[in-house]
């Protein structure tokens, strides 16, 4: 049994957060365990709330995790604060294995769930240790402060991203002005570089999107897929739960779980190298 671990706050709605990650890990069977950063009040129209947990705490729940259990691959989400992700780092330093940054700064509905003085602590403490990092347009230009309009911005963006230490970039092409496709562009040290096309599907039911590709990805590193082979895999498991999407809710509704174990035989992604 391979066991893998979110650190990210919870989502009450359950679309996104621990809530998916769990989910996501259930259905490609790893056992999932979970370290809780920050409560939210919130559901598919919004956030309401938002409650940091203590760190004190949050290295307690890192410290009963790994002293019992053989980690396989950690990945991170909503981690709020820099004195959260210093102190995430410095635990995550001591251990060899896959981690996995998604640098969820902003919900759906617009909130803010990266504070403005974070931002620099994820870049000089957490991303020079990652194996991989999966921003969006948006996050992955907070991050660098660079500006992403065309192929040669995302290419710059990712050596940036790179140059930190980082061991993979995906940069998620959602937010691109492509009116047919999905592209998301993949850059690997010492690796190949390549993007992965899909059809666009015109939906509003987009909630957790990021935080379930990332999740599906750990699954897939800590059960030993090769990068690349994990990364297609995740990329097709997001592809179906965005494609048949639950309409749970009255705004931006959950992603579908379920949905990969279902149609994965018939879910094709286009790689093209880049």
């Given at each position: 049994?391979?066991i893998?671990?979110?650190?990210?706050?919870?989502?009450?709605g359950?679309?996104?957060?621990?809530?998916?990650?769990?989910?996501t890990?259930?259905?490609?069977?790893?056992?999932?365990?979970s370290?809780?950063?920050?409560?939210?009040a919130?559901n598919?129209?919004?956030?309401?709330?938002?409650?940091?947990?203590?760190?004190?705490?949050?290295k307690?729940?890192?410290?009963?995790?790994?002293?019992?259990?053989?980690?396989?691959?950690?990945?991170?989400?909503m981690?709020?604060?820099?004195?959260i992700?210093k102190?995430i780092?410095?635990?995550?330093d001591?251990l060899?294995?896959?981690?996995?940054?998604d640098?969820?700064?902003?919900?759906?509905?617009?909130?803010s769930?990266?504070?403005?003085?974070?931002?620099?602590?994820?870049?000089?403490t957490?991303?020079?240790?990652?194996?991989?990092?999966?921003?969006?347009?948006?996050?992955?230009?907070t991050?660098?402060?660079?500006?992403?309009q065309?192929?040669?911005?995302?290419?710059?963006v990712?050596?940036?991203?790179?140059?930190?230490g980082?061991?993979c970039?995906?940069?998620?092409?959602?937010?691109?002005?492509?009116p047919l496709?999905?592209?998301?562009y993949?850059?690997?040290?010492?690796?190949?570089?390549?993007?992965?096309?899909?059809?666009?599907?015109?939906?509003?039911n987009?909630h957790?999107?990021?935080c379930?590709?990332?999740?599906?990805?750990?699954a897939?590193?800590?059960?030993?897929?090769?990068?690349?082979?994990?990364?297609?895999?995740?990329?097709?498991?997001?592809?179906?739960?965005?494609?048949?999407?639950?309409?749970?809710?009255?705004g931006?509704?959950?992603?579908?779980?379920?949905a990969?174990?279902?149609?994965?035989?018939?879910?094709?992604?286009?790689?093209?190298?880049?």
């Amino acid at each position: 049994m391979h066991i893998v671990t979110t650190i990210a706050g919870s989502d009450c709605g359950g679309g996104a957060g621990i809530q998916a990650d769990l989910k996501t890990f259930q259905e490609l069977e790893v056992f999932g365990t979970s370290v809780i950063t920050a409560l939210t009040a919130q559901n598919t129209l919004g956030v309401s709330g938002v409650c940091p947990i203590d760190v004190s705490f949050i290295k307690k729940q890192f410290e009963a995790l790994v002293e019992d259990f053989p980690i396989a691959a950690i990945k991170t989400g909503m981690l709020y604060s820099a004195d959260i992700i210093k102190a995430i780092a410095r635990m995550i330093d001591e251990l060899n294995i896959p981690l996995i940054v998604d640098p969820v700064m902003i919900a759906k509905g617009g909130e803010s769930l990266l504070q403005q003085e974070a931002i620099n602590a994820l870049c000089s403490t957490l991303l020079p240790l990652a194996t991989v990092v999966t921003p969006n347009i948006p996050e992955a230009e907070t991050l660098t402060g660079r500006t992403i309009q065309h192929f040669e911005d995302i290419k710059d963006v990712a050596q940036s991203l790179l140059q930190l230490g980082v061991q993979c970039v995906i940069i998620k092409g959602g937010h691109l002005a492509n009116p047919l496709y999905a592209i998301d562009y993949v850059f690997i040290k010492n690796g190949p570089s390549f993007s992965m096309q899909s059809p666009r599907i015109q939906t509003k039911n987009t909630h957790g999107t990021g935080c379930t590709f990332s999740a599906a990805l750990t699954a897939f590193l800590g059960r030993g897929f090769a990068m690349e082979e994990a990364i297609i895999e995740a990329k097709k498991f997001i592809q179906l739960a965005i494609m048949y999407d639950l309409s749970i809710g009255n705004g931006h509704g959950p992603t579908n779980h379920f949905a990969y174990q279902q149609y994965k035989d018939a879910c094709e992604v286009m790689i093209h190298e880049t």
